[in-house]
């Protein structure tokens, strides 16, 4: 059972624009907690995981709630932006809606209209939802402090359960995912645990190519996988195995036993590498179905 304590005393800013917010950042560094929807980050102040001294509230920010999708460019996501607000968004074209199916993953719709996506990278937790398809999507963070910005693959973000790249006075801003090519679909599938919360067991996302619906030859694949590594993490070696072979229910099954095996669960380890291989079958086969319709 988690016991729930009285959150500490704190000092609350809500500044209106991102050079605000990055001076209190760079002012408070260590001492300070940024604030999205704060369903991670209230809960964990209950718990007097985190006690902060100062908390800096971004929804005030208006350049932070945007969502904009450019052909050839591709979609960009800022840091303010709900999963309720994604999931029904008209200005995600269909080639990115494994985004929305993992942000409908998280939690209730109460969840969803306050939390964020950029919420869900930071707290990086191993079993989060959106980092298996922002992997697959080979999405970009932007960093942003007092001493500039810097544009990061959130394959490189993550480094310890709970743990990423972020220095004390740096905030994520944007989510930049490149424009996808044509035949590209994606898919992101997860199977959750019989609890409370429906904490996630295993999370799978995938964005597949192929060359044309004769062939069917596999040009590009990317699968993410949650909950099964002390951070999400990419099956790299499933997707070697699939470059250049023409996809089929057989190469499928191959690739996702590839895949559990390189799956790195420390809990459950059979069953979540048992899940990996459903999922990521199912996954491919679903993303493949999407292309040819
Ligand atoms: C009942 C319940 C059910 C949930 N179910 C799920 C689920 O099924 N799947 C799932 O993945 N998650 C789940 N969550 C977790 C949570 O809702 C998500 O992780 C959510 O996306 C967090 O977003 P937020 O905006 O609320 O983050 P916040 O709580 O505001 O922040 C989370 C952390 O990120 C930091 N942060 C926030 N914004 C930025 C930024 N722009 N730059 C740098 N750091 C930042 C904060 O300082 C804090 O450390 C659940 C939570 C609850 C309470």
């Known amino acids: 059972m988690i016991r729930l304590k009285k959150i500490n005393n704190f000092e609350y800013f809500a500044p209106s624009t991102l050079s605000e917010?990055?001076?209190?950042?760079?002012?408070?560094?260590?001492?300070?907690?940024?604030?999205?929807?704060?369903?991670?980050?209230?809960?964990?102040?209950?718990?007097?995981k985190l006690t902060p001294e100062y908390v800096i509230d971004l929804k005030n920010i208006s350049e932070l709630n945007n969502i904009d999708y450019k052909e050839g460019e591709g979609l960009r996501i800022g840091a303010t932006v709900t999963h309720g607000i994604l999931s029904s968004s008209q200005l995600l074209p269909e080639k990115f809606s494994l985004l929305k199916e993992a942000s409908l993953a998280v939690g209730s719709v109460q969840t969803r209209n306050r939390g964020t996506i950029v919420g869900n990278i930071a707290t990086s937790s191993p079993s989060a939802d959106t980092p298996p398809a922002l992997l697959a999507l080979e999405a970009r963070l932007k960093l942003v402090s007092a001493a500039g910005e810097r544009l990061l693959p959130i394959q490189n973000f993550f480094t310890a359960p709970f743990k990423n790249i972020l220095q004390g006075a740096e905030l994520i801003t944007e989510i930049q995912i490149p424009d996808l090519p044509p035949n590209s679909r994606g898919v992101y599938l997860w199977h959750s645990k019989i609890t409370?919360?429906?904490?996630?067991?295993?999370?799978?996302?995938?964005?597949?190519?192929?060359?044309?619906?004769?062939?069917?030859?596999?040009?590009?694949?990317?699968?993410?996988?949650?909950?099964?590594?002390?951070?999400?993490?990419?099956?790299?070696?499933?997707?070697d195995f699939l470059k250049g072979k023409r996809v089929d229910a057989d190469i499928i099954k191959q690739a996702a036993e590839i895949a559990s095996h390189e799956s790195l669960p420390r809990s459950r380890a059979e069953y979540r590498k048992e899940m990996v291989k459903v999922h990521v079958r199912r996954a491919l086969t679903q993303a493949l179905k999407k292309i040819e319709e």
């Not at 694949?221 to 790299?236: K, Q």
């Open 21 to 48: 917010a990055v001076s209190l950042l760079a002012q408070y560094k260590e001492r300070a907690k940024v604030f999205s929807g704060g369903t991670d980050l209230l809960v964990q102040m209950k718990q007097r």
């Open 196 to 239: 409370a919360e429906d904490e996630t067991l295993v999370g799978v996302g995938v964005v597949l190519t192929v060359n044309n619906m004769e062939e069917k030859i596999c040009t590009h694949i990317r699968i993410g996988l949650g909950s099964v590594a002390p951070t999400p993490m990419r099956a790299e070696k499933a997707e």
